[in-house]
């Protein structure tokens, strides 16, 4: 059998923030690699996000590694980002084969591009839209 003892036990708070000098870091370099040439080469040059940002060590300064993954919406592909915060011009780009699930309003607006695309356009509503009455337009979730 163990003995209780009667302890005096102070109350412990916990305080926790965002680390700071990613998010500034992020903020900062975001613009700067959706236009990189390496970036641009790989998916193009309008409409990327920067859908994750890693800065690996976590003082920030221009020695600081970090990781992004930008992705193209429009067409799903993305790439990866590797370098150094203060050397932007040896950044490595590679593309990525992994395709994020589309959020609701991407999926609609996916949708809605099809849509005014002429051919799938007479494919639905044309004349032979009676091929498509089995088709479903289908949303994860749904």
Known sequence: MSEHTDLDIEEITVHVEPH???????DQLADELLGHRYVCEQLG???????????LDKEGGPASRFRATIVDPDTGRQAVAHGQVGVLDEVTVSPSA??????????????????????????????MSGHMSG????RQGS
């Open 135 to 138: 088709c479903i337009l289908w």
């Open 98 to 127: 992994i395709r994020p699930v589309p959020t609701d309003d991407e999926f609609d607006q996916a949708i809605e591009l099809a849509l005014r695309d002429e051919k799938f356009a007479e494919l639905t509503q044309g004349p």
């Open 45 to 55: 040059e309008t409409g990327l996000k920067l859908a994750t940002f890693d800065l």
């Open 20 to 26: 700071l000098a990613e998010t500034k870091v992020r």
